[in-house]
């Protein structure tokens, strides 16, 4: 099996800073360009597991640039280039503290708080008399507070403008922005057979200006299910197969861990780790309609340095 991409630490020309998210580490050049390179890492739960999964990185970083280059004309982004499987290079832009969650459904997160009896969510209602995996009347839009340690938390658009979080110009920018870009979203899975469930966006500001930044409908950020026979499914209660992670979360809270205090986090047999993989190339499939290609894994930190230095040289 591969060695998945689990750490990275590059010392490239101009580097400011380096922050570490959950899967990406991103590169501060001269406060004017940000390098991302997508790992393999892979949370659930807002915990990064123990392994990486292999080719996981390329995965999303090549759907979130077909997805970036397809939403240009709906919001400007922060891409400049992708010049490694791994790696996206943009613009800098101070991000927003709030990830914009749009929702078509009633699935994960949403669901499990319906499940518990809650009728709002982010101050969004939601309908009496639902099941899982029902659509909404129409998609909602439920903000939660982009947490740099453990859990993200639900938070409503008043409390967003009563917090000053962000201004309440810039914030109904971002939801239109979020409305146009889920459609837009919705539209291309349905070309592909797949109905876009839900998804966040997170946007940033340089000059005045709002970007859209990170990923954009990316299993990782995204649930999608198959077309056919979603009807079907529903009316039958049979749950629905998704292209998400979900199903990771499903095998651990199979293991009883959900991120709480106290739980044992699960070992990841080579099975399960090579089995991640293949749903994860599965999902590149699907959603874009392309083979995929897997990347050069024989040296990737001396790929990856060098196909990011040749860019930067030519800025």
């Known amino acids: 099996m591969e060695e998945a991409i689990t750490k990275t630490q590059f010392d490239f020309p101009g580097l400011i800073n380096l922050y570490k998210g959950k899967v990406r580490d991103v590169y501060n050049i001269d406060d004017k ?4 390179v997508v790992s393999d890492r892979i949370s659930a739960f807002d915990v990064v597991l123990p392994r990486g999964i292999p080719y996981k990185g390329q995965v999303l970083n090549q759907i979130a ?6 939403t240009a004309d709906i ?3 922060w891409k400049l ?4 499987p ?3 290079i943009g613009y800098f832009a101070e991000p927003f503290r709030v990830e914009m969650v749009i929702r078509g459904y009633l699935t994960g997160h949403a669901w499990r708080e319906y499940k518990a009896g809650k009728r709002t969510i982010s101050g969004v209602p939601m309908p009496e008399g639902m099941k899982e995996h029902d659509r909404f009347p129409a998609p909602i839009i ?6 740099e340690e453990g859990h993200d938390e639900d938070i409503s658009r008043e409390e967003i403008i009563s917090k000053e979080l962000i201004s309440e110009e810039d914030y109904l920018l971002m939801e239109d922005y979020t409305c146009k870009l889920f459609e837009r979203g919705t539209i291309m899975a349905a070309e592909k057979g797949l109905i876009l469930v839900d998804t966040k966006y997170e946007f940033g500001k340089n000059d005045g200006k709002i970007y859209l930044i990170d990923e954009i409908h990316t299993p990782d950020s995204s649930r999608y299910f198959y077309a ?3 009807e079907e499914r529903q009316a039958k209660d049979m749950g629905q197969k998704q292209l998400s992670k979900e199903f990771v979360r499903e095998w651990l809270m199979d293991r009883n861990f959900q991120g709480l205090e106290g739980q044992v986090l699960p070992e990841m047999p080579d099975e ?4 991640v993989t293949d749903r994860y190339i599965e999902l590149y499939e699907n959603i874009t309609g392309e083979d995929f290609h897997k990347g050069d894994y024989s040296n990737t930190m001396i790929r990856i340095e060098e196909n990011v230095n040749n860019f930067l040289k030519s800025l």
């Open 33 to 36: 360009y940000l390098v991302m």
């Open 65 to 70: 640039n077909k997805f970036l280059d397809a």
């Open 75 to 77: 919001v400007p982004n």
């Open 81 to 84: 280039s992708a010049p490694d």
């Open 86 to 88: 791994n790696v996206t």
């Open 142 to 147: 439920t903000p939660a507070t982009k947490a």
């Open 228 to 230: 056919d026979g979603y």
């Open 272 to 275: 399960f780790v090579q089995e």
